[in-house]
């Protein structure tokens, strides 16, 4: 099983590099140079761009319970049409992933449909620390805790518990940080002003700046007093961005970020056209902050891009704003949006790889991808950097049949995706006859 991917340009590790590569079997056997090799079955790379896979470690597959949104097979499927190689899937199913059974299931399930690698979290709830301290930190990513409530019934509000999980769990923990009690007296001022007709314009002023940095900060200072090792997702505001540092390698924080596409991206003035399809949490918020989101990306404040791929049927968003659920599909445009910025000068072509593949291996400590490394595994993306595409409901892959991007025109465009060397998407068609591998972490 040997693969020759002939005259491309290797984005990797900053730098830039012409030449071929050699897969055999799920691994990178080298890289650089001209590769001679008559065995092997040659593709074509010449005028495109070969990258490392993009990893996002915040994606919402639905799977068990909520499949007439999303189920693992088909939001897995869109993940390797866009890039994405590896995923980590959020414990919010239903069941929520709250047990080792109920998590081990979500395992079994992706071992038998999933073309990209995978990992799950583990979910954290008000009551279930005994199950918490039984994962295995080797074989799973992270331990979820949402400090403020979303989709799914999640919430970790008490104080005491938050304090024992921090202090006791031993591997990642990686938060959703909204302070309930702002966002609750929040609401009841708008119900109080607007009834049933709050304008989704209001979202960001209800799931408030207020309400991240107060939860954000607290999660830091609690991980500061157990050194614990925490991971906050979606960071949406500049005022959280004074509690991240760029002045240590990624490597040696104990404190990590994530930004999302859509943070970066939309901004409140989109409410307006895209109403309850930019209505996600935390909420996006005015252009000033995804500016400072972007600065701090650049910068290294920020350590990761993800999706936070929260798919939901176009009837459920179609609901007035207190019923309109939260979070927007996404996991199949990421790489695409992040290609886009670099089309427009916004950051460097080895950032954004950085970003999405490197960071995210090393921020969870994953074995042996993340990069283009020769005895690394052959998760990899052919880019043409020079194609214009539409996104549309004809070429959206979710189970949900939409997108908060349709009507947007790329110039570029994912060719070809490979996972361990097999090739899992090529040319419009995704390719399903092999499986992922489970995740295995170097901790
Ligand atoms: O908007 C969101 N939707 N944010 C989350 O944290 C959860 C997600 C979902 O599961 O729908």
New binding site residues.
């Given amino acids: 099983m040997k693969k020759l991917i002939k005259n491309v340009r290797i984005i990797n590790e900053g730098q830039q590099i012409e030449g071929d590569l050699l897969i055999v079997n799920d691994r990178i056997e080298k890289i650089g140079g001209i590769i001679e090799s008559r065995e092997a079955q040659e593709v074509d790379g010449k005028g495109n761009y070969l990258l490392p896979g993009v990893i996002d470690d915040q994606v919402?597959f639905?799977e068990p319970g909520l499949t007439h949104k999303a189920d693992i097979e088909s939001e897995s499927r869109a993940a390797v049409a866009g890039g994405t190689t590896t995923f980590m899937e959020?414990p919010?199913t239903k069941p929520a992933a709250l047990t080792q059974e109920e998590l081990e299931k979500k395992y079994a399930k992706a071992s038998q449909v999933s073309p990209a690698n995978y990992s799950f979290f583990m979910g954290a709830s008000n009551e279930n620390i005994e199950h918490v301290l039984k994962t295995n930190e080797k074989t799973v990513c992270g331990v979820k805790i949402?400090m403020?409530s979303?989709?799914?019934n999640m919430l970790v509000d008490d104080e005491k518990t938050l304090e024992n999980l921090f202090s006791k769990v031993p591997m990642l923990i990686a938060t959703?940080c909204e302070d309930e009690m702002t966002i609750r007296r929040n609401t009841e001022e708008y119900v109080r002003k607007y009834g049933d007709k709050i304008p989704f314009s209001a979202h960001p002023e209800i799931r408030s700046v207020e309400a991240c940095y107060k939860s954000s900060s607290l999660a830091v200072r609690m991980a500061k007093k157990y050194d614990t090792r925490l991971h906050i997702?979606?960071i949406s505001t500049a005022e959280e961005l004074d509690l991240f540092t760029n002045e240590i390698p990624l490597a040696e924080k104990r404190i990590t970020s994530e930004v999302c596409v859509h943070h970066l991206y939309f901004d409140a003035d989109d409410y307006e056209t895209l109403g309850s399809k930019v209505?996600?949490?935390?909420a996006v918020k005015e252009a000033r902050h995804k500016k400072a989101l972007m600065e701090a990306l650049l910068d290294d404040r920020l350590d990761i891009i993800a999706t936070?791929h929260?798919?939901?049927t176009l009837e459920e968003k179609q609901g007035l704003y207190m019923k309109a659920?939260?979070?927007?599909p996404l996991v199949q445009h990421s790489l695409n949006m992040m290609l886009d910025f670099y089309q427009q000068g916004v950051i460097g072509l080895e950032k954004v790889v950085e970003k999405m593949s490197h960071a995210p291996a090393v921020c969870f400590e994953i074995q042996d991808r993340g990069y283009v490394r020769e005895g690394y595994y052959a998760d990899l993306v052919l880019v043409d950097m020079d194609s214009e595409w539409t996104v549309s409901k004809e070429n959206v892959r979710f189970k949900c049949g939409w997108s908060p991007l349709e009507g947007k025109t790329f110039h570029n465009k994912v060719l070809k995706t490979f996972v361990n060397g097999f090739k899992a998407y090529s040319n419009g068609e995704v390719n399903a006859n092999q499986k992922g591998y489970r995740l295995s972490f170097n901790r």
Avoid: E, Q, V
Wanted: charged share 10%.
């Fill in positions: 919402h639905r959020m919010n949402f403020g979303s989709t799914g959703h997702l979606h209505k996600c949490n935390p936070d929260a798919p939901h659920p939260s979070g927007l």
